[in-house]
């Protein structure tokens, strides 16, 4: 078992600041790497802003094992990605002659030419390496350890999945939750912060479903498999005694918008 | 019409990082704000980790005029939020007289007694003024330019609410969007790029709809409605003139998890 392995994401674009859009790609990204003992540990959005992206770069690459960013890599000249990526590196941004090919051959096969706008989705930060883009055309970029993926969702998870070898895992973490309809989580706050000081390497949410009264879902969260479902058992044991019962779950993944 | 107005969001919550739960408060906010003539500029994710939490906020607090937080605020041990935003602004964090009476009658017109979890729900940095819950009974909390907000969505956004009255807005921000089916964005992307340098004082973004070759969307924004109107146009002509048919709309909100 491994240390912890850590991430951040750096999310690009106006649209999703002006509430043009909404980000779908820090909650699939979240999912992905939980799943591969990977902790996202923090989430950025900058627009498309030179001096934004640089600076929020450079905060996150240092502190973290990976970081993705998603957005501003495509043919427009809102697209400025990889320029900044290139100048947090300080590096030039050159054009890649393995992008340059993909990108001929990709707009080739569909009759198209490759305009100047489309040529400038082959640069990329000095020394980079391609992610494949198994979508679209245009690649995404690694250098050191930040991946410039794109924003299109369909295209993100693409590249996502490309670059799986290059993600070491940590421990694999255990979740399992137990969910009471009904409890007020308020009331079952005190004996949880009891269970919380007893349960050792495990780490315990309390998530009420559409605030205080309407029931709580309680997660416990371990490396240590067994001493996550101890502590899951003594919540669910507490639930019974305040009279509600309680479902349990293995907590793989939930995606829910209206559940916190 | 005044100098523009700039926010941001911090959203605090292991179980966003971990893709338990998807985030909707960040994607409210900024709708709200835009539609009030404030931009948001930036939003951070971080876990329930008390540095974590104090670290984001004085990076944001003193960048821009408004700050939110959401989460945290409940009455489990998980809760940090109230306690780090103390320790933000270098002040201790106390019983909040007026809370407590608050949570006083809310439990008390339910038949519940104020537990000690209950009554960490009026705690508050010194010196903090209330925001009103309509929702719940323990309320939000200001201080400075700080808005301390619940995660529940729905208690978030009636927060918000309650807050109206102290944001003061900027100049609005006028956008008009042009969508054309099938026209891939890397094919209009030279002559946008002319025509954000003919565009002063508007912004022009470009969103492809589910990558290049199934269309785009164009958004041009500016405080001056009649320049971003005329961007609009110009984009509009292109997209005529390479055989593609413009659809306009007058851009106010638009949310959709597909497109970006």
Known sequence: MSAEKT???????????????????MHHLAGWLNARGVALREARFVGDDHDAIVSALNALRPR????????????THDDITAEAVAAA????????????RLIEAWYGARGE????????????????????????????????NVFVMAGVPRIFQGMLAAVERSIEGGARIHARAVTALRLPESRIADALREIQAQAEGVIIGS?????????????ARSADEAAAEKAAAAVARTMREMGFEPEM???????????R
């Open 7 to 25: 991430a951040a994401i750096l999310v690009i674009g106006d649209e999703l600041l002006t509430g043009r859009t909404r980000d779908v790609n």
């Open 64 to 75: 973290y094992d990976y970081v993705f960013t998603s957005g501003g890599i495509g043919p």
């Open 89 to 100: 590196f300080g590096v030039p941004c050159v054009e890649h002659p393995e992008a340059i």
């Open 113 to 144: 030419d490759v305009t100047p706008a489309r040529r400038r989705m082959a640069r990329a930060p000095q020394g980079a390496e391609l992610i494949p883009n198994p979508v679209s055309g245009a690649p995404g970029i690694r250098i050191g």
């Open 207 to 219: 998530y009420p479903i559409e605030g205080d009264f309407k029931g709580v879902t309680i997660v």
């Open 249 to 259: 779950a293995d907590h793989r993944q939930k995606s829910d918008d209206k559940a």
